[in-house]
């Protein structure tokens, strides 16, 4: 009986740690391209910067891993940038996709690309948010990345426009963020 109550214990405490991770997508399960990027300076990063592709939605595997390699070539290719700007995306299938990933500095938000996660949901969020399970799943991978040691405890969250002018995240989503832990509105 005292074996059994361990390994119960063991097994629940497993089970919460891995809860606070969403599905994760690596680069090569997306089929990226390879880059070289720089180190992101301060870690763990003390801001979360959320934003929208302004592009299509993506609600399976296959559509959300095209998204990827999409916004990659456009990044790469048209804005002649080292990588996908973005750290990590979220598509609406409740994945998150390794962009640049925790340790790299992104290219995403001026004054906060040394500093922060670059978090991007694929799709327009202008007149909607996204679906629960791309509301789950960035939520559960920023308490992912607090768990492991990228983004720090006190960390804040901000939408891309609060960074520069741009209409980012889209209306409905950056009102939702709000409402969000750790939202910070006085940037
Ligand atoms: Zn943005």
């Known amino acids: 009986m005292k074996v059994a109550a361990v390994l119960v214990i063991a097994l629940t405490s497993l089970v919460a740690v891995s ?20 180190v992101l300076p301060n870690r763990p990063a003390p801001w ?56 790299r500095q992104g290219a995403h938000a001026p004054g906060y690309n040394d500093r922060s996660m670059g978090l991007c949901v694929m799709g ?3 007149n909607a948010i996204p679906n629960a399970a791309a509301r789950n799943a960035a939520q559960s991978l920023i308490a992912c990345g607090v768990s492991q040691g990228h983004i720090a405890s006190n960390y804040w969250l901000i939408g891309h426009r ?15 963020i ?10």
């Open 178 to 187: 709000r409402n969000w832990p750790r939202f910070n509105p006085n940037v």
């Open 48 to 103: 979360v910067v959320m934003h929208h592709t302004a592009g299509a939605h993506c609600t399976t595997d296959a559509a959300c891993a095209q998204q990827m390699r999409n916004i990659q070539n456009f990044h790469m290719n048209t804005n002649g940038w080292a990588d996908i700007g973005y750290n990590w995306c979220i598509g609406e299938n409740g994945a998150a996709y390794e962009g640049r990933g925790w340790g």
């Open 162 to 176: 609060q960074a520069t002018a741009t209409a980012c995240p889209g209306n409905a989503f950056f009102n939702e």
């Open 19 to 38: 809860q606070q991770c969403p599905r994760i997508i690596n680069r090569a399960g997306w089929g990226a391209r390879a880059a070289n990027t720089a």
């Open 124 to 126: 327009t969020f202008t």
